[in-house]
Each structure stands twice: as C-alpha cells, then as structure tokens.
C-alpha cells in the first residue's frame, strides 16, 4: 500500500512562494508517477502538475505553467512542488497523487493513491 503525506502548505501573500513537500512510502518516487492537484472550496478537483517515474518527463496545467515546479528526489523518496508568484486563485487544498502507469493523466479517476493533502492559502 502507498502512503502519501503532504507537508508544506501555510498562509502567503500575493507574488510569494511556497514549496510543498510530498513524502512517499518505500521506493515509490522511483516506481510510480507523482503529482500534484488541487480543489478549491465549491470546485472541482484540478490537476496542477505531474512527473514520470523516470523523472524524464513533467507536464502542467496551463494555469501553472512558468510558475510552479514539480520535481523529485529518489534518494528522499519526495515529490515538491515549488510555487513562485502566487495568487489568489491558486488558493486551493493541494493533494499528492501517485500512480504505476507511465502516463501523465489529468483526470483525477486515473490516479490510484491520494495524501490527505495540505492547505494553501494565498492573500490579496
């Protein structure tokens, strides 16, 4: 069984940075595919941002995408994810997503692990 915690989330302001952390269970940051989505109160879970388990590949959601950084570290066995120029809207609870298929999906169905996620909360 995959256990996924996530750690890092808070209170920031607007244009401020945030780096979440995702601390996965035996060696599946180096076996399985990570990401990261979010939900924001009254809609629908979105997919943020994800990673092969080769590390070799990242994709992102348009809204993201110059902003936030996904990444891993196998010997941690950590997925984070860097934000930079945070806005309100990316206020959201973000969850960690793992899976064994090689593909990068953005529905969330097609994602068999969840953490329990973590809060992020930026301000105007």
């Known amino acids: 069984q995959v256990q996924l915690v996530e750690s890092g989330g808070g209170l920031v302001q607007a244009g401020g940075s945030l780096r979440l952390s995702c601390a996965a269970s035996?060696?599946?940051?180096?076996?399985?595919?990570m990401g990261w989505f979010r939900q924001a109160p009254e809609k629908e879970r979105e997919f943020v941002a994800a990673i092969t388990w080769s590390g070799g590949n990242t994709y992102y959601a348009d809204s993201v995408k110059g902003r936030f950084t996904i990444s891993r570290d196998t010997a941690k066995n950590t997925v984070d994810l860097r934000m930079h120029s945070l806005k309100p809207e990316d206020t959201a609870v973000y969850y960690c997503?793992?899976?064994?298929?090689?593909?990068?999906?953005?529905?969330?169905?097609?994602?068999?692990?969840w953490g329990q996620g973590t809060q992020v909360t930026v301000s105007s």
């Open positions: 997503v793992a899976d064994r298929s090689p593909n990068l999906y953005t529905d969330y169905p097609s994602w068999d692990y």
């Open positions: 035996k060696r599946t940051v180096s076996s399985y595919s």
